[in-house]
């Protein structure tokens, strides 16, 4: 299968399998080696699964939240709880990781229409999908055309591109097709794109695991590079541009991204080329002000001091692991949404441009 056609999460009805309504993720800690679905039937197997990153990626949390009350409501009505019980494990869903918003805002979405029965919030959650899907094919045509006039503006004509990307931000981080990787599918569709420097992303590796396997499946030219190779590799002209995802982004553009982005975008900022971000306006959260407002995830000691299971800091050394930093907005050349492009570094604002 291509991986433009995965689908990384997807409900199967309770008139399938053994009767028992579940949502099917795929395990993308399994990845590279095995394409594997886990099916989840209760709030306690959805909540493990978004902790361990089985499904990842903002607006693929995002999709598993809005699934995530239709299976809390079918739980319920297995085990017969009240309303109090229900409202308190959708809840919890919501809180199972921080910083991406989508979460909060799917689960808000759907949790409202409860009342309307599982038919209706079964139909708003299949609707997060497919706008998520269709903003992600917007935002790349954007993002696309912004970059191929800026380079060509910048004096480069308009040849092939060099992209450093971070994370996956692809068809398994979202509802399909993906939004930083869009747009990078969206210039390989065009002949636009040479080729893709594609971050480890330490410690988790959604880059070497998840984003170098998308790129596989298409037949896309990359390299993997270690985190620290980025800027390096940016400041000896090696890339045209760099493109990310984000969890999160303030009203006034400050950008919460996978660890590691900050510093790529210093090196942008310093080598005077393109830092894209690429988001559906669901990750835009209009209610926080800066960066400073966002809640940083920070992650078990053990992904940062070990390796494979085998401890590989001294005994005695303590591990700080967030899983995200902030970019201020300045340092964020282009913000494309579904709805087109917003030059923040030159002051255009998502308080400004989307509200
Ligand atoms: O910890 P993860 O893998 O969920 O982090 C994901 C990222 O940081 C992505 O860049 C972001 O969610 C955008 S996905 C389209």
Request: aromatic share 4%; glycine share 10%.
């Amino acid at each position: 299968m291509s991986s433009q056609d995965l689908r990384a999460v997807t409900w199967t009805a309770a008139t399938e399998g053994d009767g028992t309504p579940s949502l099917s993720l795929i395990d993308q800690t399994a990845l590279p080696h095995a394409l594997e679905r886990l099916d989840v039937t209760t709030v306690d197997q959805l909540i493990d699964a978004i902790v361990r990153l089985v499904v990842r990626g903002a607006p693929a949390i995002g999709a598993a939240g809005g699934y995530g009350v239709a299976l809390a409501m079918a739980q319920g009505e297995r085990e017969g709880w009240d309303r109090a019980r229900l409202d308190a494990e959708v809840a919890r869903v919501r809180a199972a990781r921080p910083t991406a918003v989508n979460l909060m805002v799917c689960v808000d979405r759907v949790a409202p229409l409860i009342d309307a029965g599982p038919a209706a919030v079964l139909a708003e959650a299949d609707a997060i999908v497919r706008e998520d899907l269709e903003a992600n094919h917007a935002m790349g045509a954007f993002g696309a055309d912004w970059l191929q006039k800026r380079i060509a503006v910048s004096g480069s004509g308009d040849r092939p591109l060099r992209i450093l990307t971070h994370c996956n931000t692809g068809a398994l981080a979202t509802a399909g097709w993906g939004t930083a990787l869009g747009v990078i599918r969206e210039l390989h569709g065009r002949g636009r794109l040479e080729t893709v420097y594609a971050d480890e992303t330490r410690p988790l590796l959604q880059g070497a695991r998840l984003t170098a396997w998308e790129l596989a499946q298409e037949g896309i030219p990359h390299f993997v590079q270690a985190d620290g190779a980025a800027a390096g590799t940016i400041l000896r002209g090696e890339v045209d541009a760099a493109i990310v995802g984000a969890d999160r982004i303030a009203a006034n553009g400050d950008t919460a991204n996978k660890v590691g982005t900050v510093g790529i975008a210093l090196a942008c900022a310093y080598a005077g080329i393109p830092f894209m971000v690429a988001a559906p306006t669901t990750t835009v959260d209009l209610a926080t002000a800066t960066g400073a407002d966002i809640h940083i995830e920070l992650r078990g000691e053990a992904e940062i001091l070990e390796w494979a299971g085998v401890r590989t800091a001294p005994a005695a050394s303590r591990g700080h692991n967030p899983a995200f930093d902030v970019t201020p907005a300045s340092l964020v050349t282009a913000l494309v949404t579904e709805r087109g492009v917003l030059e923040v570094g030159a002051g255009e604002t998502p308080a400004d441009g989307l509200s």
